[in-house]
């Protein structure tokens, strides 16, 4: 492969040395130079202005500029050219101190071969080259560190970067907010001593060391952290190994302030409390009351005053579901939802249910039907709460039901599930659910409104809480639906030990 050719600007006022340089540059085997000649600094501005050089050789002492002066001008001329500098023996120091200022290398007359001149060229082009490189990486290297620094500042949360022995070598300006401490006076000091001070240092008691020790995997934790002014404050943190090349050099540390989650969780604990106590035993009697003037228990009410009557029953009971659907919520969210455990015939439950719902079926004109083909009834039995599973498939079925048109059929299957040995499905031929409404499904106060659908309320937590009380018992919950031809909402459940050890038998 040819060889690029390497064009030399020559400043030279001495026109002996400038034709001793031409001739040893035309004796080189090794490179393909030409040179181009000029004996004035001024002149030089001309030539580069002219054509494209890839390096300048030249005497630093010339009619129109003497000295480091030389240097300095001829870098103007050409910020990116390479400088080679020649010398006589008098002047040595100054071609050193030209190198020091800038200059590639220096060459004193007379002491040169052509080998040495055109390796010398060779060497200062490279040289040249890999420091432009060097500092086109220093600068984004420079920008990658000021948009980090960048976003660490602008977060809200506190970030904090630790080395392996806990003491802080970063603190972005969050932490230090939330802390009430200065970077200056934190640096190198140990992160678990500022935050817990006179705290044991043990794994045992302590959830940041804790997660120190086990790099981070124990997610988002919450803890107790103390301010400068020794303020408790309390926190939610997570604490991630930090690792360059595959050996971990320390931790990174991000917590955030959630004081005012805590003044919300305490409110919403006290408004929950008060919807069950102050709200849901009132309303209990009321229904009661209503329920018995319906049924004639305690005299005789007329047809109008009768029709008021199962008004406010119907709404008594919506406001009754709602409040213990709420309270529901909020124990699965806490994880009190206790389940009482007793084995349970699955296809007892599809009666029972068929039962219950037989009469808002038979008023909304849909049938309600069990399928022929339900697998056999020794299939094994469920081990979990009957009231809670029967929640489950009775909000499934009042869904379907809802959902239908009169004259409408909904279709109760007991099948072998796949994930799990027994599966309960609803099939409805309503109105379908759209893919785009798949996503709102078993959320929190989500329904989904379809212009066939006929316009019934509800809490939009039914799906929410089928979904925790499935899971709850080990078990997984789905929906196969199509626009225009209906529904299946299914849930799946394991069976008790003994019997599935029979199954597999």
Not at 81 to 104: F, K, R, T
Request: hydrophobic content about 40%; some cysteine.
């Amino acid at each position: 492969m040819q060889k690029k050719a390497i064009k030399v600007l020559l400043i030279e006022d001495n026109a002996f040395d400038a034709d001793i340089l031409s001739e040893l540059l035309e004796e080189s085997s090794v490179q393909d130079l030409s040179l181009t000649w000029v004996d004035r600094l001024s002149r030089a501005r001309q030539a580069v202005q002219a054509e494209t050089f890839d390096l300048i050789l030249m005497d630093m002492n010339l009619p129109d500029s003497d000295g480091l002066e030389t240097l300095f001008r001829a870098q103007k001329i050409s910020p990116d050219l390479p400088i080679i500098v020649l010398s006589g023996h008098s002047d040595e120091a100054i071609a050193i101190e030209a190198v020091q200022n800038g200059a590639q290398d220096y060459l004193v007359k007379g002491q040169f071969t052509s080998d040495i001149l055109v390796r010398c060229i060779l060497y200062a082009i490279e040289r040249k080259l890999m420091a432009k490189q060097m500092e086109k990486q220093f600068q984004q290297l420079q920008e990658t560190e000021q948009r980090l620094s960048a976003v660490l500042g602008g977060m809200s949360e506190g970030v904090c970067n630790v080395d392996l022995q806990g003491s802080i070598i970063y603190m972005n300006a969050a932490a230090q907010d939330i802390l009430g401490l200065n970077i200056d006076e934190v640096m190198g000091k140990n992160f678990h001593d500022l935050v817990h001070p006179g705290e044991v240092k043990t794994c045992a008691n302590c959830d940041l060391l804790r997660s120190r020790a086990e790099a981070g995997n124990r997610g988002r934790v919450e803890d107790e952290f103390h301010t400068k002014s020794l303020k408790i404050l309390p926190v939610e943190f997570s604490f991630t190994a930090l690792k360059i090349n595959d050996h971990t050099t320390g931790s990174v540390i991000c917590f955030r302030d959630i004081s005012e989650q805590k003044i919300v969780e305490k409110r919403v604990k006290e408004f929950y409390s008060s919807v069950s106590h102050e709200l849901r035993t009132p309303l209990t009697s009321i229904f009661g009351s209503l329920s018995l003037l319906e049924n004639g228990v305690i005299g005789q009410v007329d047809r109008d005053g009768l029709e008021l009557v199962e008004v406010a029953r119907v709404s008594c009971d919506r406001l009754l579901r709602l409040i213990s659907d709420l309270l529901d919520i909020k124990k699965i969210e806490a994880g009190q939802l206790e389940l009482k455990e007793e084995e349970i015939e699955p296809t007892h439950l599809i009666d029972i249910c068929v039962e219950a719902m037989a009469g808002y079926a038979v008023q909304s004109q849909v049938e309600l039907v069990v399928a022929d083909d339900m697998i056999a009834r020794d299939v094994g039995v469920i081990k979990g709460d009957r009231d809670r599973l029967l929640q489950v498939l009775l909000n499934l079925v009042s869904n379907a039901v809802k959902f239908s048109k009169e004259g409408d059929k909904v279709t109760l299957r007991l099948e072998k599930g796949q994930a799990h040995p027994i599966r309960f499905s609803v099939c409805d031929t309503g109105p379908g659910i759209a893919n785009h409404d798949m996503d709102k499904l078993f959320q929190r106060f989500q329904q989904l409104d379809s212009s066939d659908a006929r316009n019934f309320g509800g809490t939009g937590l039914g799906l929410a809480i089928s979904k925790a009380l499935v899971e709850q018992h080990g078990g997984t919950i789905g929906v196969h639906s199509k626009v225009g031809t209906g529904s299946t909402f299914w849930f799946e459940l394991p069976i008790a030990e003994e019997d599935l050890e029979q199954t597999l038998n």
